[in-house]
């Protein structure tokens, strides 16, 4: 706030004050009545007095603008009179005619000034009429009315002698501190809260004693303080004697504790999106090199005898392509851009079925206790990752219980309403709630604050990757769902998981396939702007007895099956560098209707159409796709012979 916006609040508190004492004293032939406005007319606050002018109910005035009610006998004098208080500086004096409620016209005589509250320009209107124009009131009602509206103003207004000791104080902004407005007058606010911080906008921190001295020296101050959890807004200016001596400091105080909560949620949100984002890029780049390795690596071991002296080298890369894989694998679902394959899970049945793998990972120390009632609802989630996810916090659980405990898991469900389904941003509905609980060491809320966060991690080096709650962060965030954590140190943990509920029966548990052989001597056109993976791709399938032509681009694939060349199926990258894969599938689609498509991706992209292979791929993944795909068409004529493209391969096949 700057100076000038200073004066004008100091003049506006003053001229208050003044209409207290006038209005105390009044008579019966004159009454003063307040609104304030933003700058475009929507009303803040209003009096009773002039509630009861209008016509209106207090409580139908606010939020609404004065044009809006039909306040003004013609809209353009509202115009006129924004115009004239333009022209006087910001403060001066309107005569003009009201119409009520009723539509009985009423002139009056309107103080208008303006001031600068929070980054919003505010206009505060004291009017004058005569007293005909109001119902009888004592001057007691009256005396009681603007207590009232002082003392329920979401502001605190104060003011101090040179000493310190407050002089006035008036709003409601101090109630969640168990203070009555006035309370404190009379006594030092250098004594009290001397010693509190105060932060300022650049960051630094000063103590309210400090402020005083500053603000006495002449100086504007803005700053947030704490007291006792609560959060408020302070904006302090020098108060004047009619001399234009410093007398003491004129302030104004806001409750902003719900509004920095919200400001730290959005930030951490932000700062996980962001990080999120960097986590899939970096993951689908490095997963086209991993591909490379991992497939590369299954081919020199299926080609090495058992005896071969490098055999346990080669078993030790594989080992460590699938390890770095699943570290990618991690960093896409913090990112939410895995690929998701939701099915209707009852999860305490799941719970069951884990139970035993559990008790193992965890040990006999800890006590195991699972609670899931047979009526709940199915979820809506991946298998496999809530498998992980629930691995994951058992295994935080245990690690948080060295020396024994017991760790709680229990099914649930919950209806989130408008407001509360709002405030996790999700959609109002029914969802299941998983919670995970243990007796452990808890969390400090500095810990709890980076809890989510990839790599962070309280374990020694070596001990852990700190992907663990992030990788569960991102698959809940992208099931639809939320995840919540409560902590205290010494209290334990408790996560609770929400994942959308599903009235559909619950799907059979996955299994490993049906075990068909993966070999076949159908047309594949392999579409991958990545060299490396393009030429991985065609040798793997090559392998596996089909007949493979490779394109390094959008362009070049549709101008092979241009060509009459036999194509049963297309394998194609979500994201080549020219066309969309999916794009490319449906153009060759509509020349080709029998043609069956499988994607690959580092990472998914929404609604894609299944099935699709995620990077980076083993040798079974990608031909057992390959192979459910072409057994799931009807058998077609040919379009060419296979040994067409294999004796005359195009430009361009790799």
């Known amino acids: ?176 501190l168990g203070l009555k407005p006035g309370e404190l007058v009379g006594k030092s606010v250098l004594d009290l809260y001397g010693a509190v911080p105060v932060r300022l906008a650049d960051g630094s921190a000063i103590t309210v004693a400090e402020v005083f001295r500053k603000v006495l020296a002449g100086e504007v101050i803005s700053g947030r303080s704490e007291l006792s959890g609560v959060i408020l807004e302070n904006w302090l200016s020098p108060l004047h004697d009619p001399t234009g001596a410093v007398s003491g400091l004129i302030g104004m105080s806001i409750d902003v504790t719900e509004r920095s909560v919200l400001e730290a949620q959005l930030l951490h949100a932000r700062k996980l999106e962001a990080l999120g984002r960097l986590a899939g890029g970096v993951a689908h780049d490095f997963n086209n090199m991993l591909s490379v390795i991992l497939g590369y690596s299954e081919i020199l071991l299926e080609e090495s005898p058992p005896d071969e002296a490098r055999r346990a080298e080669l078993e030790e890369i594989v080992a460590a392509a699938r390890r770095s894989s699943e570290l990618t694998r991690q960093l896409l679902a913090f990112g939410r851009k895995q690929v998701l394959r939701p099915r209707p899970l009852d999860v305490g049945a799941l719970l069951a079925r884990l139970d035993r793998m559990l008790r193992r990972l965890i040990g006999e120390h800890i006590d195991v206790v699972t609670r899931a009632p047979k009526e709940a609802p199915c979820a809506l989630a991946d298998e496999g990752q809530l498998e992980q996810l629930i691995v994951n916090m058992a295994l935080n659980g245990r690690d948080a219980m060295p020396r024994g405990g017991k760790l709680y898991f229990s099914v649930g469900e919950a209806m989130l309403a408008e407001s509360e389904a709002r405030r996790r941003s999700l959609p109002p509905g029914r969802y299941v709630v998983l919670s995970v609980g243990d007796t452990g060491a808890g969390m400090d809320p500095e810990t709890l604050s980076h809890v989510f966060e990839p790599f962070f991690t309280t374990k020694q080096p070596g001990q852990g990757t700190g992907l663990g709650l992030s990788t569960a962060y991102g698959f809940v965030r992208q099931s639809g769902g939320d995840i919540e954590v409560e902590s205290a140190s010494g209290q334990g943990t408790t996560f609770r998981v929400y994942l959308p509920a599903t009235e559909q029966r619950a799907a059979a548990p996955l299994d490993a396939g049906d075990g068909h052989p993966l070999m076949g001597n159908e047309a594949v056109l392999v579409a991958e702007d990545e060299t490396m993976v393009l030429h991985l791709a065609t040798e793997l399938l090559r392998r596996a007895g089909y007949s493979v032509v490779g394109a390094q681009s959008a362009a070049e694939a549709l101008e092979i099956a241009s060509t009459p060349r036999a194509i049963d199926l297309l394998l ?83």
Request: glycine share 8%; charged share 25%; net charge negative.
């Open 1 to 176: 706030m700057t100076p000038s916006d200073q004066e004008s609040l100091q003049a506006r508190i003053a001229d208050l004050e003044r209409q207290l004492s006038e209005l105390r004293g009044a008579s019966a032939s004159q009454s003063i009545l307040v609104v304030t406005t933003l700058r475009e007319g929507r009303i803040l606050q209003a009096t009773e007095g002039f509630a009861f002018l209008s016509g209106y109910r207090r409580e139908e005035l606010l939020g609404h603008t004065t044009v809006e009610l039909g306040l003004w006998r013609d809209p353009s004098d509202r115009a006129r009179a924004v115009q004239r208080l333009a022209a006087q500086g910001g403060r001066g004096t309107s005569r003009f005619v009201l119409r009520r409620r009723d539509g009985a016209p009423c002139e009056i005589v309107s103080q208008m000034e303006t001031v600068a509250i929070g980054g919003e320009q505010v206009v505060v209107s004291a009017i004058e009429l005569p007293a005909a124009e109001l119902s009888p009131r004592s001057a007691r009602e009256r005396e009681e009315s603007l207590d009232f509206i002082l003392g329920n103003a979401p502001l605190t207004f104060y003011t101090t002698d040179r000493n310190g000791i407050l002089t006035m104080s008036a709003g409601k902004a101090l109630s969640r």
């Open 572 to 654: 194609t990258d979500v994201f080549l560098g020219d066309l969309q894969g999916t794009e490319l599938a449906a153009r060759l689609a509509s020349a080709r209707p029998d043609l069956r498509t499988v994607y690959m991706s580092g990472y998914s992209a929404d609604e894609l159409a299944e099935p699709i292979v995620q990077k980076p791929f083993a040798a079974i993944s990608l031909l057992r796709a390959v192979r459910d795909a072409l057994d799931s068409r009807e058998p077609a004529p040919r379009t060419g012979p296979l040994d067409a493209i294999a004796a005359t391969p195009p430009a361009g096949e790799t």
